[in-house]
């Protein structure tokens, strides 16, 4: 039971003179950018988030769930190698495999917890890792411990390949000690909602026998003829060496995964710190998006749906046409975007702004998101209240 307000009495807990100088110091250098405010409860319609199929509220989800926590219990108590796997661990791990075209699969407890600890384990010294310049936080965090392991990391321009290729050849010419390369991308993009050219990265890493990993947090469920992601849409589904997803956003569960071949997976089960220390995840999640994997096939609608509510915006607006459900509303500078923003919630859409160090400076933007639990005269009238909004400035 939640105690009522007021009735302990709160004291300041001791925190050093040095330690309290920096907090005040860093909440003023962060005033103009402050996120405190952000962390608003979710209100009004859900026009950002990441549930791009509607499957969060599913019943169908919270049943498969909850029937997974009594045959399993609330948690694991440990992590995988420590007894924390249980039969759903395995088969969701085969039924993702599966569904991506991959030889085997291993659970991650985030996406972030993945790409940051994927990629140091798979790096030594002398080797390098080139990421595009919009990649994922998880992805920098994870090429920052690599280059604290002794990895080069190299940061190509943004879906610029020849860039990418360059880098590659230069870095291969003032190193001759046989390094490796690994090369990262996100699918689609996660604050631009553009798509990357697979194939064409594939080609260009097989050219260079680098290994390609590529973050389908966006395209899982929503991609492709049955919803595997960008690999399937774009004609190399099975052919990507390590395709990351998450199961917390279109599958509406919680939890990520690596789909890759066998012994990648074998490697990272001996040596990826973030999935040897850390409790398996709970069979709630387990069962809930097994229960999503199967509608994502059966309930192909969804995905269609999400996709043309964001195509119908897309035009409304003016965007160019994107195979993905997000759509950034550049504004530009951060106070504007936050006024925009809290415009739009006043209007009983819940859009919010997305401000750097998330996007570069001077970029921010209204990241607006379609899924099918939205309708068209939903998205009409909040198209209306987009344009009216820009108008005003
Ligand atoms: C959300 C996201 C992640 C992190 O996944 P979580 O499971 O939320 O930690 C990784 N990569 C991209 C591109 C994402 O959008």
Redesign the pocket.
């Known amino acids: 039971m939640t105690p009522p307000p007021g009735r302990f009495p709160v004291t300041p807990c001791p925190i050093p003179d040095p330690w309290r100088e920096r907090l005040e110091l860093s909440a003023w250098e962060r005033a103009a950018r402050g996120r405190t405010r952000s962390i608003l409860p979710a209100q009004g319609l859900d026009c950002c988030s990441?549930d791009y199929l509607g499957l969060r509220r599913d019943p169908r989800l919270a049943e498969a769930g909850a029937r997974a926590t009594s045959a399993f219990g609330s948690s694991t108590g440990a992590a995988r190698l420590l007894r924390g796997t249980t039969p759903l661990h395995e088969e969701l791990e085969a039924a993702l495999a599966h569904w991506k075209g991959s030889e085997a699969c291993l659970l991650f407890n985030?996406?972030?917890?993945c790409?940051a600890t994927v990629i140091p384990a798979l790096l030594r010294p002398g080797d390098a890792v080139f990421s595009d310049a919009l990649n994922?936080a998880?992805?920098v965090d994870g090429c920052r411990a690599a280059k604290a392991r002794g990895a080069h990391v190299g940061v190509f321009r943004h879906r610029d390949l020849e860039d990418l290729e360059a880098r590659i050849l230069h870095w291969k010419s003032r190193n001759t000690d046989n390094g490796l390369t690994l090369v990262l991308s996100?699918a689609i993009f996660?604050m631009d909602g553009d798509a990357a050219d697979l194939p064409a990265l594939l080609h260009l890493c097989e050219r260079h026998q680098a290994l390609l990993l590529v973050?389908e947090?966006?395209a899982s469920g929503l991609l492709g003829i049955t919803g595997a992601g960008l690999a399937e849409f774009q004609g190399v589904k099975g052919r990507i060496p390590l395709l990351m997803g998450?199961l917390?956003?279109a599958l509406g569960s919680f939890?990520?995964f690596l789909a890759c071949e066998g012994a990648l997976r074998e490697h990272l089960v001996n040596t990826c710190r973030g999935f040897i220390f850390s409790t398996a995840l709970p069979p709630s999640c387990l069962g809930a998006a097994l229960e999503a994997l199967r509608l994502v096939q059966a309930e192909p609608w969804r995905r269609e749906k999400a996709l043309a509510l964001a195509a119908r915006l897309r035009h409304a607006l003016g965007l160019p046409a994107q195979p993905s459900a997000i759509i950034p509303v550049m504004v530009g500078e951060d106070a504007a975007a936050v006024q925009m923003a809290s415009h739009l919630q006043a209007a009983g859409f819940d859009v919010r702004a997305v401000r750097p160090p998330t996007v570069p400076d001077g970029t921010a933007r209204l990241r607006i998101t379609t899924g099918a639990h939205l309708e068209e005269t939903q998205l009409d009238a909040l198209s209306a209240a987009l344009k009216e909004a820009l108008r005003r400035g």
Not at 110 to 113: H, I, P
């Open positions: 990441n985030t996406g972030y917890q790409n994922h998880s992805l996100d996660s973050d947090a966006h998450t917390g956003k939890g990520a």
